[in-house]
């Protein structure tokens, strides 16, 4: 059996980052998840010693918190620093950049439309940037029936689907007189997405490797399926079962961008066993 990786996979930008600022800072704490991605949260308490608290009342002034990549809300930034806790940002530039939409947008008068998951820990934190609230839909339909004002200011969670922004986008622009719309999709996400869905047409069974709560990984799983119905989301090479492979001939892999090269690599070898 043939194994192929997509053109683009894993580790984007902002993990990298982030990931870098945690090594440099050995022995601190992040606030919540650092990345969606629990082995590698593992190898940074175990390697570096870099533990999660995820209560904000553990921390002590003089203790150094390292915020998570998703960012965290407002409010909870301003009683770290209140507290005299070293705050160290590993939040993405991609995600500060609608924190920043909101904030801006709603001091000039905009009703905020943000299309993402509302329980997301990153949208939880560009939520409370608005200073007037935000509504935070995930479909065309969750709209419906709603009343804005005339002015409306449209953001995306960083991992979307283009194609699903697109279409909230044109419904607010047949309903309203100004709709500023503010695309927010990170560049990692759209040739991650554009890469696994040309990967999966040419696969007979395809392999997603990420953790399960990360979104971003979800989604690409969500779009190879679409194309690819033997599509896997994996963890590890753990969660891989023989049976997926018995008789096929093209296998794709891809993989979150908060899944690092070594359990890329661990999965792949893996593979290779189980289908020889």
């Known amino acids: 059996m043939k194994i192929k990786l997509a053109e683009n996979y894993g580790f984007c930008f902002g993990v990298k980052r982030a990931i870098k600022i945690a090594e440099e800072n050995a ?10 991605n629990s082995k590698e949260i593992e190898r940074l308490s175990s390697d570096f010693k870099v533990s999660l608290v995820e209560d904000i009342s553990t921390f002590k002034p003089g203790d150094k918190a390292v915020i998570r990549t998703h ?39 905009y009703d905020i439309i943000i299309f993402g998951d509302v329980n997301h820990p990153e949208i939880k934190g560009v939520m409370s940037y608005s200073q007037s609230g935000a ?3 995930e479909s065309v339909e969750e709209l419906e029936g709603k009343i804005f004002k ?13 194609e699903e922004f697109m279409q909230v986008c044109n419904y607010l622009m047949r309903t309203h007189k100004e709709v500023r719309v503010f695309n927010t999709i ?14 999966s047409k040419e696969s ?5 490797i990420g953790g399960k709560n990360s979104s971003n990984t979800k989604q690409l799983h969500s779009i190879s399926k ?23 001939k093209e296998c794709g892999v891809s993989a979150g961008a908060s899944t690092p090269d070594w359990i890329i690599k661990q999965v792949t070898q893996m593979i290779e066993k189980l289908s020889a």
């Open 27 to 36: 022995g601190a704490s992040t606030f919540g998840p650092l990345i969606h």
């Open 71 to 109: 960012g965290i809300p407002k409010d909870e930034l301003s009683a770290l620093k209140e507290k005299k806790v070293e705050v160290i940002d590993a939040t993405c530039p991609y995600v500060t950049k609608p924190q920043q939409i909101c904030e801006e947008m709603s001091k000039e008068g």
């Open 135 to 137: 509504s935070v839909v």
């Open 150 to 162: 005339d002015k409306i200011a449209v953001v995306a969670q960083t991992t979307r689907k283009v």
């Open 186 to 199: 990170c560049n990692a996400t759209f040739d991650n997405q554009d890469a696994i869905r040309k990967l």
């Open 204 to 208: 007979d069974v395809m392999i997603v």
């Open 226 to 248: 679409e194309e690819c119905p033997d599509s896997y989301l994996v963890e590890g090479p753990d969660d891989l079962e023989a049976s997926w492979f018995t008789g096929k």
